[in-house]
């Protein structure tokens, strides 16, 4: 018998992989155990998010700038009620008249979005310009742009910002350190760090809305139907989304950055960033 | 060829820095990270379930107050969803017993306020000349604008 294949050299080898195995299961167990607190327990079933996906359209003509979107949003995501948190604002664009003789065709654009044009006070909380100054005017609402290369989630140092397949961007609280990186690299500013929590926030397309059958808030009370919402993967015949891009020409804001933006502007002015 | 001790506590260090990195990812990474991409799948889930409804939507509000609904499917504000004018009625839907917000003039101004900014197609109206003292119900009924009251 060589010494190789000894009774004591068996019986340590055995022993060996023995330890190993328990320590192994061990450590399975541990971990199956440490995982159970990470692990969502109270997940409602029923809505696969590779089955949609889903887009948000703005005609600018149809926009009348009531703002009740604005304040709708703000009622069902609980934004912070101080005028600098939103997560959709209505813009209102002035293009002035050109200067006599200046030889142009527009002149100074005058934009403002006063309390994210919530329109408490009326007409009177923008600034006030006179009528005869005025070559044309129109609002915008803004909103995140759902990009398809989102720098959001690009420069997230966490992975707490992320596009889901159902086509949102998301913001995951409890992995956010609100470094604020996202905040800064959002060339549309649709983010804001949210002083209670201290997490970067953002539209959501009422993530828990949509999942549930329903319209996002400011979509639902928005008088003009200048945001058309539907799901590009579930279109039926008669959906307004299809309706939109049948009737409508539409492009996105910023295109030049690359950013792949999917939400689509339709009526869209030159001057509008 | 013998390795330099220096060297040697070295690479022991190495060696138990990047172990116990890898011992805490295999415990601590949630188990849904990398379901969907570089992020918690799980976070999709609690988004879903992050807020309780305001808004109930149009249909909770045709199940009991479909004449009204069908009314104004008829009139130039089928367009203008219950919860524009109304307020927020989730809670109205759970229980009829909660009252919904009274609908005011503020309302009608809200939209109908002359503003150069906004689109001609909009019918406008200002509100310093445009008989003043009276209420907008008076003269216009809200779910039939077209009509008289």
Redesign the interface.
Known sequence: MSEGLSRRHVLRRLGGALAGAVSLTA?RA??AA??KG???A???KG?D?SQHKWLMAIDV????????CVE?CK????VPDSPVYFRTWIE???VLKPKLGAGETRGEVIVDSPNGGM?KG??KDFKP?P?EE?L????VPKLCNLCEQSPCSQVCPV???????DGAV?V?S??CIGCGFCIQACPYGCRFMNPVTRTAEKC?LC???I??G??P?CV??????ARIFGDLKNIAPDDPIQRFFETRKAQPLKPHLGTKPRVQYAGLDMEVR | MRIPPQLFRLLLLTIGIVGSYLVARYFLTPPSFGQYGWYRADALVEARGARQLSYAGRKACDECHSEETQKLAKFEHKTVSCEACHGVGQAHADDPGVAITKPTDGLCIRCHEADPARPTWLRQIQPKSHYTGRHCVECHVPHQPNEVP
Not at chain 1, 220 to 225: A, D, I, L, R, T
Request: with cysteine; hydrophobic share 30%; aromatic share 10%.
């Open positions: 450590a541990a971990k440490v995982q990470l692990a969502s109270d997940a409602p809505y998010p003509e149809r926009c009348i700038g009531c703002g009740s709708a009622a069902e995501n609980h209102r664009y002035l329109r009326g007409l310009v009528k005025i044309r005017g129109f609002y992975g707490a910002t992320f596009d889901t397949p998301l995951d409890k992995y959501t993530y828990h809305r999942t549930r329903l319209k808030a639902e009370v928005c008088p003009g139907e």
